[in-house]
Nanobody
Framework: QVQLVESGGGLVQPGGSLRLSCAAS????????LGWYRQAPGKQRELVAT??????TNYADSVKGRFTISRENRKNVYLQMNSLKPEDTAVYYC????????????WGQGTQVTVSS
């Protein structure tokens, strides 16, 4: 079992920045991929960004060039979000996965990000 706890969400104006953090605990030796998904009101959850244990990153097209994912050791992952847009408003979930491919094995409880003037 892995537990994921997010922090850093909040309200920000369009064009602003936020940094999300996630700390994993439990069976962290099994973690290969850490990352972030988001779910906007009325929409399905979607992948935002992932990073492997070796540092390979993957981003959704909608956030490329604005968001940066980074990782510290096996258990901490961050999402630096710049040039935020109203359409980035969503609940952001930290995820982890043991395999190289496939869906998340574990989810955090989520943190709200609201981009509004």
């Amino acid at each position: 079992q892995v537990q994921l706890v997010e922090s850093g969400g909040g309200l920000v104006q369009p064009g602003g920045s936020l940094r999300l953090s996630c700390a994993a605990s439990g069976s962290i030796f099994s973690i290969n991929v850490l990352g972030w998904y988001r779910q906007a009101p009325g929409k399905q959850r979607e992948l935002v960004a992932t990073i492997t244990r070796s540092g390979i990153t993957n981003y959704a097209d909608s956030v490329k060039g604005r968001f940066t994912i980074s990782r510290e050791n096996r258990k901490n992952v961050y999402l630096q979000m710049n040039s935020l847009k109203p359409e980035d408003t969503a609940v952001y979930y930290c995820i982890c996965r043991a395999g190289d491919v496939g869906g998340p094995d574990y989810w955090g409880q989520g943190t709200q990000v609201t981009v509004s003037s």
